[in-house]
C-alpha cells in the first residue's frame, strides 16, 4: 500500500514537471495575450469615460487674424499632464478590477497541441498588475485637402502587469497608441507650436 502511494506521488511530480517544462511556453503565450487584451481594454475604458467633446478645444488654442488666417496654434501642457496623470491612474484601477478575476485558461490548451487551445474547462490564473502606467502626448499634422490640415493629439500608453503562476513570473508589456481627439484646420498652418 505504501508503495502504491509513493509510486502515485512521483507520478504527480513527474506530470506537473512535465507540465512547467514542457508545456509553459504555450501557457504563457495564451496569457500574454490575454493580458494585453485586458490592458487594453482597460486604457479604453478609462479613456471614454474621460475624454469628451470638448477636450480638443481645452488642450489645444488656435488663434486667428482679423483675415482669418491661422497666427498660432498653441498646447496646453499642464491640462494635457494631468488628463494623461488621470487616464493613467483610472486606467490603474481598471487594470486591478479586470485582474481580481484572474485568467481563465481552456484546460486543453495546457496539452500544447493547437486543435486542443482553447477547449475544455477554464482554469484561472491569478495575475496580478505592477503599478506602472505611463502616458505620453505625441501631436502630428498632416494634409487633408487643399488648404485643410488634420492635426492630430495621439496618447501613447505604456503599461506593466506581472503574471504569475506556480513557478514562474512573467512582465507582460503593452504599447498602445490612441487617438485621443483631432481636427480639421482650414487655411494656412503656421510653421510653429507653442507648448505653454
Known amino acids: 500500500m505504501r508503495r502504491i502511494w509513493i509510486f502515485s506521488f512521483i507520478l504527480i511530480l513527474l506530470g506537473l514537471a512535465f507540465m512547467f517544462i514542457l508545456v509553459n511556453p504555450v501557457i504563457i503565450s495564451y496569457s500574454q495575450a490575454k493580458i494585453q487584451s485586458l490592458s487594453v481594454k482597460a486604457v479604453n475604458r478609462s479613456i471614454y469615460s474621460l475624454v469628451t467633446t470638448e477636450t480638443y478645444r481645452s488642450l489645444v488654442d488656435i488663434r486667428y487674424d482679423s483675415s482669418g488666417k491661422i497666427t498660432s496654434l498653441t498646447t496646453d501642457m499642464f491640462e494635457m499632464n494631468k488628463l494623461g496623470a488621470e487616464i493613467a491612474a483610472k486606467s490603474q484601477k481598471e487594470i486591478d478590477t479586470l485582474a481580481a478575476a484572474g485568467i481563465g485558461i481552456p484546460i486543453g490548451t495546457f496539452s500544447g497541441l493547437p486543435i486542443l487551445t482553447g477547449k475544455g474547462p477554464a482554469v484561472t490564473i491569478r495575475i496580478v498588475p505592477v503599478g506602472s502606467i505611463a502616458c505620453t502626448f505625441a501631436s502630428d499634422f498632416e494634409s487633408a485637402g487643399f488648404n485643410q490640415t488634420r492635426h492630430r493629439i ?43
Open 154 to 196: 495621439i496618447l501613447k500608453v505604456h503599461s506593466k502587469v506581472n503574471l504569475i503562476m506556480p513557478l514562474v513570473t512573467r512582465t507582460v508589456q503593452s504599447d498602445a497608441d490612441i487617438l485621443l481627439c483631432e481636427s480639421i484646420i482650414v487655411g494656412e498652418v503656421p510653421s510653429f507650436l507653442w507648448n505653454s
